[in-house]
Structure formats: C-alpha cells, structure tokens
C-alpha cells in the first residue's frame, strides 16, 4: 500500500513542485532495543541513551526529511509491536516538539476489519512531536490481495492522500496549527510551568530555553491563527491540564 502511495505522491509532486526523493526506512530492518525506563533521554537527552542502536539513525533520517510516511499492519486492534516499540523509545519528543512545521500521513493495513485505534496510536505520538498529520487512510488488504488488486479498490483514497500530503508541504500547511496543537500545547505548558521535581532536566530547560513556560506564550512559534481559535484552545487546554499533576 505504501509503494502505491509513493508512486502518486512522485507522479503529483512531478507535477506539482518537483521530482521528490523518496527513501524508506523498514523499522523490522533496524536494531531498537526495549526501552528500559531509566529516564536518561527525558532528564539528560538521547544521546543519553543507554541503548546505542539505530534509533538515533532513525530519528535524523527524520529530521532531513521534508514529509513522512508512517505505516504500521494492525495486530490486535493496534500497532504492531515494532512499531510501538518505535513509539516508545521516541517518547522523549513527546515533551519537546522537534518536528514542527513537518507534514506525515498516517497508514494501516488489516486482514480483516479493524478500528481507527492503530491510526490514533500513531497520530496521537506523531502530533505531540511536533508534526502536522495531512490525512490518514485504513485499508483493508488481506494476506493475499496483489498490489493491482489494492490500487482498483483504494485508488480514490491513495490519489486523495497522496495529493494532500504533497499540497500541504507546497502551502505550508505545517505552519498553521490546529485546534488541537494549541491545546496540546497549553496542556504542556501549564505542566511544565507548575513542575517542581523536574527543574533540572533537559526537557524543563528546553521549554525554558525556547521561551515557551511565559504564559504570554500561545504556541511553539508565531501564527496568524484567529484570536477566537487561541483562546478556546488555551480554556480547553487549561482545563485539561488540571488532570495532569
């Protein structure tokens, strides 16, 4: 499915803007160890890590990339565990928005029929590091169904996905944050700005650092959002940051 979707986004793009390079990364090829909980990437950075695999790879192959594609099968209603494992062990950009102004889409596949829990699983990861998530589709493959037989029965949604991803990397679309990225962000500015056992960490002094504990502060960069969409945004954050002590 994801080839498919490369093929459209080369055709568009070719089109469009220019030829992209497209470089794929399979994460079952990679060596990512277990995430044993120790902290040093949120208190001290992943460089940290005890772990020295090809994570770090991983996460600068990222961030020389224009978009991203993210694709995971679904295995019990979620992620497979690759992919979690994944998740997990970038869990340090969770509390620091690296990626911003970076556009993804999200892609599973099923054998059978399955929920929106894996697409959520990895939008809700992929936003709090920063991206801005251009669409999403959820295919049902089957084992054994060939690639022509998923383009006939996908091609709208593989031209429709493709098509977004590439018009939102030419208008920017990265630079215009939701809703839900203004709440986001206020939720973790009022826990960052109430911390007490934290002070000392990378990540307190990273928000510290870019200026984002001043409660003049709306978001991680400037925006011409409307002040109406803001300000929503910060009550609702706000109220939802009394549940995160």
């Known amino acids: ?16 803007v220019k030829s992209p390079v497209i470089e794929k990364i399979f994460i079952s090829h990679q060596q990512i160890l277990i995430c044993r ?6 208190d001290k950075g992943e460089n940290e890590c005890p772990l020295k695999d090809d994570l770090l790879f991983i996460r ?26 994944w998740l997990d062990r970038m869990a340090f950009y969770c509390h620091r928005s690296a ?24 939008k809700m990861a992929l936003n709090t590091w920063g991206f801005y998530i251009s669409g999403k ?12 037989e998923m383009k006939a029965k996908y091609n709208k949604k593989i031209k ?19 809703f839900w990225g203004f ?9 960052w700005q109430k911390t007490i056992n934290y002070k000392d960490t990378l990540d307190y002094n990273y928000w510290k650092d870019n200026g984002w504990l001043d409660s003049r502060s ?22 939802f940051s009394l549940f995160f002590k």
């Open 218 to 239: 709306k978001y991680y960069f400037k925006t011409q959002s409307s002040g109406i969409k803001i300000t929503t945004a910060r009550f609702v954050g706000s109220f």
């Open 137 to 148: 589709i959820k295919c049902r493959t089957g084992a054994l169904m060939t690639p022509s």
């Open 60 to 85: 600068d192959e990222i961030f020389n990339a224009d978009a991203l594609i993210v694709s995971s099968p679904v295995y019990v209603e979620d992620v497979n565990g690759i992919m979690k494992n």
């Open 99 to 122: 990626f911003l102004k970076k556009n993804a889409i999200l892609v599973t596949t099923s054998g059978s029929g399955s929920s929106d829990h894996a697409l959520n699983t990895m």
């Open 1 to 16: 499915m994801v080839s498919l979707i490369e093929g459209e986004i080369t055709q568009y793009a070719k089109n469009t």
């Open 183 to 191: 709440v986001v962000f206020k939720v973790q500015q009022r826990y």
């Open 37 to 42: 909980g120790c902290r040093k990437c949120f």
């Open 160 to 178: 429709g996905i493709a098509k977004k991803l590439v018009d939102d990397f030419v208008d920017q679309s990265g630079e215009k944050p939701t």
